[in-house]
């Protein structure tokens, strides 16, 4: 037998995982939502489970680099600490996929650009924990209708009644009660359902901001 085909048959190949875990944020730089859920790839009805939802207060984060604030600016230190805290997430969860909401232009470019640069810190995390994983992103728009909220609803409250339908429905598990969660956390918990149970044809990217 020859050293070649030896080594193929003794070298296993790479196992395959029956769960995947994905990091679902909504982006921003006063606010960021984020949460950790899995799903069972082997069968196609089970639930997504989320196993942790909580939304980062990017200024309280960034209350102890007092050097920073004074040296750069309190928005650069935000945005450090968020990367910082993003980096600890992804060290302690170890995720699969990781999908942010894209940003949105609309009638608030100053807003636009604050996710942006929210989103290149979300970045630098990613990078520093593992360069070969992509940054994916989700429209808005499709986001709520992969939820069953009109893409065009600016109303907060119908987000969270769509997530509450989710689990009625017993698509969706909650570690805790929805009541707890604020709107920032119930939208990154829909970024990952909508990432991973599509209705509509989703326009995801790799995002390059």
Do not use: W
Not at 38 to 49: G, H, S
Not at 103 to 120: D, N, R, S, T
Not at 168 to 182: M, R, T, V
């Amino acid at each position: 037998m020859s050293l070649e085909l030896s080594l193929k048959m003794t070298v296993p190949g790479p196992s395959l995982k029956s769960t995947h875990r994905i990091l679902s944020i909504d982006p921003g730089t006063n606010h960021l939502g984020y949460a950790i859920s899995e799903v069972y790839l082997m069968d196609p009805y089970e639930p997504m489970e989320v196993i942790e939802v909580d939304t980062l207060q990017p200024g309280n984060l960034a209350k102890p680099f007092t050097t920073l604030i004074e040296v750069h600016g309190e928005k650069v230190a935000k945005l450090y600490a968020l990367e910082q805290a993003i980096k600890r997430i992804l060290e302690r969860f170890k995720p699969d996929i990781i999908v942010s909401e894209s940003p949105y232009m609309g009638q608030f470019p100053q807003a636009y650009a604050a996710l942006v640069e929210c989103l290149k810190s979300i970045r630098s995390a990613l990078i520093d924990f593992d360069p070969c994983k992509p940054l994916n992103s989700i429209d808005p728009a499709t986001i709520k209708a992969s939820v069953g909220v009109s893409g065009k609803s600016g109303d907060k409250n119908l987000m969270s009644t769509a997530i509450k339908k989710l689990i009625d429905e017993k698509k969706l598990i909650l570690p805790c009660n929805l009541s707890e969660l604020d709107e920032h956390s119930i939208d990154a918990i829909a970024v990952g359902y909508a990432y991973l149970f599509p209705k509509v044809p989703v326009k995801k990217s790799r995002t390059k901001h």
